[in-house]
């Protein structure tokens, strides 16, 4: 695993994970695919004066 602290957040990096066997399957699983599904739905309060990083902005930090 890799972990890349940006200025935007971290990027975590799991090279060949599980190689596709969790999350290719769609049954409910102990692995926490379905919290995961919840936390995509947070609201996640964002300040007003947030900028969003550009996509060159991003991949510079890489």
Known sequence: MERE???Y???????AA???????GLRHDKHG????????ELDI???I??????VAEVQALM
């Not at 599980?18 to 290719?24: E, F, P, R, S, T």
């Not at 695919?33 to 995509?40: D, I, Q, R």
């Not at 004066?49 to 550009?54: A, E, I």
Request: aromatic share 8%; glycine share 12%.
């Open 5 to 7: 602290e940006t200025p």
């Open 18 to 24: 599980l190689d596709g066997g969790v999350v290719a």
């Open 49 to 54: 004066d947030f900028q969003v990083p550009t």
């Open 45 to 47: 309060p964002v300040p």
């Open 9 to 15: 957040g971290f990027i975590f990096v799991l090279h």
């Open 33 to 40: 695919k379905s919290l995961s599904g919840l936390m995509l």
